[in-house]
């Protein structure tokens, strides 16, 4: 699976967008960008994935660049129960597995 | 999304002992499961990739004979930690494939005194 690299950690004030970027310069045309968050001791939980195209649903939009080497997760209105960890994961459909990185802390301030 | 559970969502145990975690896929089923751990301030570890029928798959350095997993239906898998120490002391969490996304279980705190 293609690594990925995150900032360590962002802040972002309560009502606002966060963006939080990806790099994923070695992904395979076959490979998904998938995002996940972890709430301190809890599992993770799934946001959203896409492969090429720019992905919404309830709770983020995903923007992958045309290249694909990058991504960006957006929560277009942070709330402080956003603060978490996110991970950026990159893998194909038939790897199973994922493999997490460092992540970025994000910190939703009031 | 599809729900996936753990039971104990945490337990303390006597150093020697072992301890058994259930992970089951709530509304679907999973031919494939797979065991995290996670220590403190660090990101989660695959440990094992646990296959409906068949023997797990460990990943390097995990060592299968402390750590059995069993996956004897398509909604259930167990590991259980054999001869726990302190070392071993850890969140534990699983996650269950659906439709080419995997979803997570709560976790698992196991403290070993």
């Not at chain 2, 302190?86 to 403290?111: K, N, V």
Request: proline share 4%; hydrophobic share 30%.
């Amino acid at each position: 699976d293609a690594k990925t690299t995150q900032p360590p950690s962002m802040d972002c004030a309560e009502g606002r967008a966060a963006n939080l970027p990806c790099n994923h310069s070695t992904i395979s045309g076959n490979e998904y960008v998938y995002w996940y968050r972890q709430i301190h001791s809890q599992g993770p939980q799934y946001i959203i994935h896409g492969l090429k195209n720019n992905e919404t649903n309830e709770m983020a939009s995903l923007i992958i660049t045309e290249d694909r080497k990058s991504s960006t997760l957006i929560l277009p209105h942070a709330t402080l129960r956003d603060t978490a960890v996110y991970y950026c994961i990159v893998k194909g459909t038939n790897a199973g597995k994922s493999t997490f990185g460092d992540g970025t802390t994000l910190t939703v301030k009031p | 999304g599809a729900v996936v559970s753990q039971h104990p969502s945490w337990v303390i145990c006597k150093s020697g002992t072992s301890v058994k975690i259930e992970c089951r896929s709530l509304d679907f089923q999973a031919t494939t499961m797979f065991w995290y751990r996670q220590f403190p301030k660090q990101s989660l570890m695959l440990m094992a990739t646990s296959n409906e029928g068949s023997k797990a798959t460990y990943e390097q350095g995990v060592e299968k004979d402390k750590f059995l997993i069993n996956h004897a239906s398509l909604t259930l898998s167990t590991l259980t930690v054999t001869s726990a120490h302190p070392e071993d002391s850890s969140f534990y969490i699983c996650s269950a494939e659906a439709t080419d996304t995997q979803y997570f279980g709560p976790g698992t705190r196991l403290t070993v005194l």
